[in-house]
Nanobody, 121 residues
Framework: QVQLVESGGGLVQPGGSLRLSCAAS????????MGWYRQAPGKERELVAD???????NYADSVKGRFTISRDNAKNTVYLQMNSLKPEDTAVYYC???????????????WGQGTQVTVSS
């Protein structure tokens, strides 16, 4: 059983910072990619940033220059440093992973439970 456990959400003022963490646990053979999505009320879930096993990263245009994704492969953990937060960043943030339980047995639909980020004065 694979679990993704997130932490670090909360309430912050505009211009502030938060750091999200997501740790993957269970019998994991290899993590191919980990990342963050978010879903605001009334909107579809969207990619915020992801990081592949090879180290390449992708960011949504709306967060480039403000958010930074990083990984600690030894801990199976991904982080999202969010700076210069704006009210429009308010959403539930979900950790996502694409991983293999053993050689040749892989899935790309592992999700965390979500953590609320609220940016408001």
């Amino acid at each position: 059983q694979v679990q993704l456990v997130e932490s670090g959400g909360g309430l912050v003022q505009p211009g502030g910072s938060l750091r999200l963490s997501c740790a993957a646990s269970g019998r994991i053979f290899r993590i191919n990619a980990m990342g963050w999505y978010r879903q605001a009320p009334g909107k579809e879930r969207e990619l915020v940033a992801d990081n592949t096993f090879s180290g390449s990263t992708n960011y949504a245009d709306s967060v480039k220059g403000r958010f930074t994704i990083s990984r600690d492969n030894a801990k199976n953990t991904v982080y999202l440093q969010m700076n210069s937060l704006k009210p429009e960043d308010t959403a539930v943030y979900y950790c996502h992973a694409a991983l293999c339980l053993r050689f040749g047995v892989c899935r790309n639909d592992y999700w965390g439970q979500g953590t609320q980020v609220t940016v408001s004065s």
